[in-house]
T-cell receptor
Framework: EDQVTQSPEALRLQEGESSSLNCSYT??????LFWYRQDPGKGPEFLFT???AGEEKEKERLKATLTKKESFLHITAPKPEDSATYLC??????????????FGTGTRLQVFP | DAGVIQSPRHEVTEMGQEVTLRCKPI?????LFWYRQTMMRGLELLIY????????DSGMPEDRFSAKMPNASFSTLKIQPSEPRDSAVYFC???????????????FGEGSWLTVV
């Protein structure tokens, strides 16, 4: 069964304290791995898509990396405005070419000044 | 670009009542998704449409749930009768050509917060 596990569930950082969020996945084949940011009371906002092991993408203080079993979202020198829940989702390779994304339950990040 | 538009934003209803959630996808997008988010289970896909046709409804929890997409700019998710365990945030999302092409992603609306008492 396709599965996505994110850790930690919650993370508290001091402003400027760099850290990483983990997304481990089990799928029969991976078509893509997606990272979203979700603010309280809002819908998920797209950040990155990674397609193959070794791929990296960056946006401001965020960098996402991908291996064959997991993805990391590295946050460098975070600011309070980076506080949000970060969601990871996989697009599995299936017999029927579905457009289904399977989401993890997220990491809730709080950055304190 | 107005984004995905959902209504109502908040709904409180009594058990047994019918609930209808509405969605307008981004113009030009031909894939539409309905997701449900709860604390326990996170985001789960209920159903999605390509070109107004339901493709995968395996996530619809039971016959009380139904979804329609009568045209390219409108979809509804209906729960009849509603139960307290249906309380959740329901998100509509849309995509240009689904996820089949590299670079495509899905864009979410702000959600409809449903409470069934």
């Amino acid at each position: 069964e396709d599965q996505v596990t994110q850790s930690p569930e919650a993370l508290r950082l001091q402003e400027g304290e760099s850290s990483s969020l983990n997304c481990s996945y089990t799928v029969s084949g991976l078509r893509g791995l997606f990272w979203y940011r979700q603010d309280p009371g809002k819908g998920p906002e797209f950040l990155f898509t990674l397609y193959s092991a070794g791929e990296e993408k960056e946006k401001e203080r965020l960098k996402a990396t991908l291996t064959k079993k997991e993805s990391f979202l590295h946050i460098t020198a975070p600011k309070p405005e980076d506080s949000a829940t970060y969601l990871c989702a996989v697009h599995p390779r299936t017999k029927y070419n579905t457009d289904k994304l399977i989401f993890g339950t997220g990491t809730r990040l709080q950055v304190f000044p | 670009d107005a984004g995905v538009i959902q209504s109502p934003r908040h709904e409180v209803t009594e058990m047994g009542q019918e609930v209808t959630l509405r969605c307008k996808p981004i113009s030009g997008h031909n894939s539409l998704f309905w997701y449900r988010q709860t604390m326990m289970r996170g985001l789960e896909l209920l159903i999605y449409f390509n070109n107004n046709v339901p493709i995968d409804d395996s996530g619809m929890p039971e016959d009380r749930f139904s979804a329609k997409m009568p045209n390219a700019s409108f979809s509804t998710l209906k729960i009849q009768p509603s139960e307290p365990r249906d309380s959740a945030v329901y998100f509509c999302a849309s995509s240009e050509q689904g996820l089949r092409s590299p670079g495509n992603t899905i864009y979410f609306g702000e959600g409809s917060w449903l409470t069934v008492v």
